[in-house]
């Protein structure tokens, strides 16, 4: 293949992913498999080789992310033969273990964010109070009304929960990490 995708996966998980190489000329077809990078790991048909004729080789890799964010880089197959690049995207915080209790601890008393629909409040419900109108706007802190107002940037007026000290500072960098790793409803 020409890429390889390992989709998402939290930090610190894994996920595999296998393809094979074949021999398909007359003549013997030498292959030296080794990632570009830390997080992609061969298991299975690494390193150099020698395939005959008519032969193939497996090839497992195993996508083990530390950080939260994309990662990406390219397998060296060998000598006159593509890369294969390798693709997944790592996240280290979840919308239901994390952000939603800060949410339920914070907000709630004001506002309706419960657990069968406050991840669409967040991310799909319109508000016209505040330009671009939606609270969350995955990877883009600037233009996510939620983290200006708990983050008293000004931008969207007063801060938030109102009349109240800003959330702990862990609790606002969980909800940064979240939208700037996709704001994903995991």
């Not at 209790?101 to 914070?106: G, K, R």
């Not at 939620?146 to 606002?172: C, E, F, H, V, W």
Request: glycine fraction near 12%; charged fraction near 15%.
């Amino acid at each position: 293949p020409d890429s390889l995708d390992f989709g998402v996966v939290a930090a610190g998980q894994s996920a595999m992913r296998s393809f094979q190489v074949f021999s398909v000329g007359t003549a013997p077809l030498a292959v030296d498999i080794v990632p570009a990078c830390d997080e992609f790991e061969v298991l299975t048909g690494g390193g150099p080789a020698t395939l005959a004729p008519g032969t193939s080789i497996t090839v497992t890799i195993r996508f083990t992310p530390t950080t939260g964010r994309s990662h990406g880089c390219s397998l060296a197959i060998g000598p006159g033969i593509g890369e294969v690049a390798l693709a997944g995207f790592a996240t280290t915080v979840s919308f239901t273990n994390d952000v939603q209790p800060i949410l339920a601890n914070y907000c709630t008393g004001c506002h309706l964010f419960d657990d069968a629909d406050g991840y669409d409040i967040l991310t799909k419900e319109r508000i016209f109070s505040y330009a671009p109108g939606v609270r969350v706007i995955p990877f883009d802190l600037s233009n996510s009304v939620l983290y200006g107002k708990i983050t008293n940037s000004g931008q969207y007026g007063q801060s938030m929960p109102q009349g109240s000290p800003l959330i702990p500072q862990a609790d606002r960098d969980l909800i940064r990490d979240w939208i700037l790793e996709g704001a994903r409803d995991n």
